[in-house]
């Protein structure tokens, strides 16, 4: 890399830790808090941080020989055959509604600028990705790993549709039906996995070619018996500690909701259950956020970073927050958390890659199946750039979320259990 490049992603780093330090520092009101960087140009340069590395590669088809794969001592060389698939479909999952999204009134010539940049590459990579003569194929089936990221790339295609796949040529398109043929072969376990082989039945379905309905419906009546209360489901049969219903299961069971709920009378009932459900997870997830940004470092896959927040995002992109929760608010504590785990020393390396972690660079936090490319989740945080900047999210006055409000000494109502 050279060194003006360098220079300008350390630049933005450290605009970036500037322009959110209004939201940690303690005591500072939501109109002090105003005066720092807008919030949405702070998540464009995370973006543009992140992202670049990834599409930029992509683009010239040397994601396979730039992109490094760091992994847990002696799984190099397995997490090897997949990590790239990894970058790729995850960091297309989170911002493909931004890349949708048509500009504005307004809209900075910047960010319009790092748009068409942005789907340009996205729209190369995807041809790459299915070529199987191209350097950067992503070797569809031949590892567990590729059933997760094919089914991501699938999710951002339905959050891209016209850019993506209004944009795809004949060849692509019929590569990628056979990519996602040849992800049946590999067994799903029995957990929130079933719904990444959904998900590809649910792009074939769109793509007008069969698709297996009973893929789905296992997937879709497994997770409604996993269902525990509160707006919480097992991971499986049973109940997990950790992020897995905001990484996955409830964005996915929206999703999947969005494109076959009238396919069935069955389905068709499930939906507002899902919805419902969403909203409830939605507002503990918000209450999560205490007033510094940070969260609780719990359960599995912790070095997906602001990524947590996938299903709070979500829902702030769908207009259905619950009662009590402002779109101004969850903007404020998702900047704050992006600001503590994008922004710490070691987070990134001397080319910009990330690093395993979750506040800087801790590679004892990686399970074995983390390597480079899993760490990309962290994109999931930013489904709301796809909502235009005179929405509310963004154009709201600046507020205080839960927990900031009550530990300055608010005075706010109780929480209270769904249906209780």
């Given at each position: 890399?050279?060194?003006?490049?360098?220079?300008r992603?350390?630049?933005?780093?450290?605009?970036?830790?500037?322009?959110?330090?209004?939201?940690?520092?303690?005591?500072?009101?939501g109109?002090?808090?105003?005066?720092?960087?807008?919030?949405?140009?702070?998540?464009?340069?995370?973006?543009?941080?992140?992202?670049?590395?990834?599409?930029?590669?992509?683009?010239?088809?040397a994601?396979?020989?730039?992109?490094?794969?760091?992994?847990?001592?002696?799984?190099e060389?397995?997490?090897?055959?997949?990590?790239?698939?990894?970058?790729?479909?995850?960091?297309?999952?989170?911002?493909?509604?931004?890349?949708?999204?048509?500009?504005?009134?307004?809209?900075?010539?910047?960010?319009?600028?790092?748009?068409?940049?942005?789907?340009?590459?996205?729209?190369?990579?995807?041809?790459s990705?299915?070529?199987?003569?191209?350097?950067?194929?992503?070797?569809?089936?031949?590892?567990?790993?590729?059933?997760?990221?094919?089914?991501?790339?699938?999710?951002?295609?339905?959050?891209?549709?016209?850019?993506?796949?209004?944009?795809?040529?004949?060849?692509?398109?019929?590569?990628?039906?056979?990519?996602?043929e040849?992800?049946?072969?590999?067994?799903?376990?029995?957990?929130?996995?079933?719904?990444?082989?959904?998900?590809?039945?649910?792009?074939?379905?769109?793509?007008?070619?069969?698709?297996?309905?009973?893929?789905?419906?296992?997937?879709?009546?497994?997770?409604?018996?996993?269902?525990?209360?509160?707006?919480?489901?097992g991971?499986?049969p049973?109940?997990?500690?950790?992020?897995?219903n905001?990484?996955?299961?409830?964005?996915?069971?929206?999703?999947?909701?969005?494109?076959?709920?009238?396919?069935?009378?069955?389905w068709?009932?499930?939906?507002?259950?899902?919805?419902?459900?969403?909203?409830?997870?939605a507002?503990?997830?918000?209450?999560?956020i205490?007033?510094?940004?940070?969260?609780?470092?719990?359960?599995?896959?912790?070095?997906?970073?602001?990524?947590?927040f996938?299903?709070?995002?979500?829902?702030?992109?769908?207009?259905?927050?619950?009662?009590?929760?402002?779109?101004?608010?969850v903007?404020?504590?998702?900047?704050?958390?992006?600001a503590?785990?994008?922004g710490?020393?070691?987070?990134?390396?001397?080319?910009?890659?990330?690093?395993?972690?979750?506040?800087?660079?801790?590679?004892?936090?990686?399970?074995?199946?983390?390597?480079?490319?899993?760490?990309?989740?962290?994109?999931?945080?930013?489904?709301?750039?796809?909502?235009?900047?005179?929405?509310?999210?963004?154009?709201?006055?600046?507020v205080?979320?839960?927990?900031?409000?009550?530990?300055?000494?608010?005075?706010?109502?109780?929480?209270?259990a769904?249906?209780?």
């Amino acid at each position: 890399m050279s060194r003006m490049a360098f220079s300008r992603r350390n630049f933005l780093s450290t605009g970036v830790v500037a322009g959110g330090a209004a939201w940690l520092t303690p005591g500072l009101s939501g109109a002090q808090s105003a005066q720092a960087k807008p919030d949405r140009g702070q998540w464009i340069d995370w973006v543009e941080k992140v992202s670049e590395p990834v599409l930029s590669a992509l683009s010239q088809r040397a994601l396979r020989k730039r992109m490094p794969v760091e992994a847990v001592k002696g799984h190099e060389a397995d997490r090897a055959v997949g990590s790239q698939l990894e970058a790729f479909g995850r960091l297309f999952c989170g911002i493909a509604p931004w890349l949708e999204l048509e500009p504005s009134a307004g809209e900075p010539a910047r960010e319009t600028a790092l748009r068409t940049k942005f789907r340009g590459w996205a729209q190369e990579g995807i041809a790459s990705a299915v070529d199987p003569k191209s350097p950067d194929y992503m070797r569809f089936g031949e590892s567990a790993q590729t059933v997760v990221d094919a089914s991501f790339l699938c999710l951002a295609m339905l959050r891209a549709p016209k850019q993506m796949l209004g944009s795809m040529t004949a060849t692509t398109k019929a590569r990628l039906v056979t990519a996602l043929e040849v992800q049946r072969t590999v067994m799903p376990g029995f957990n929130n996995w079933l719904l990444f082989s959904a998900m590809d039945e649910v792009l074939l379905r769109r793509l007008g070619v069969f698709w297996d309905r009973m893929r789905v419906d296992y997937a879709l009546r497994e997770h409604a018996s996993w269902y525990v209360g509160d707006g919480i489901y097992g991971d499986g049969p049973h109940y997990h500690a950790d992020n897995y219903n905001s990484y996955v299961i409830q964005p996915y069971l929206l999703a999947v909701m969005d494109e076959v709920k009238d396919e069935a009378t069955s389905w068709r009932e499930m939906a507002e259950p899902i919805r419902e459900r969403a909203r409830r997870y939605a507002a503990i997830q918000e209450r999560m956020i205490s007033p510094e940004g940070t969260f609780p470092v719990l359960g599995r896959s912790i070095c997906y970073r602001a990524g947590a927040f996938h299903l709070l995002g979500d829902v702030a992109r769908r207009g259905m927050l619950p009662e009590g929760v402002t779109p101004a608010q969850v903007r404020g504590a998702m900047t704050a958390v992006q600001a503590k785990t994008l922004g710490a020393p070691g987070t990134f390396d001397e080319n910009g890659w990330l690093r395993i972690g979750l506040a800087g660079h801790q590679p004892s936090l990686g399970e074995v199946y983390i390597s480079t490319g899993s760490l990309y989740l962290c994109s999931f945080a930013w489904l709301p750039l796809g909502l235009a900047p005179s929405d509310p999210f963004w154009s709201g006055a600046a507020v205080d979320w839960t927990q900031r409000k009550v530990w300055a000494g608010g005075d706010l109502l109780a929480d209270h259990a769904l249906g209780g």
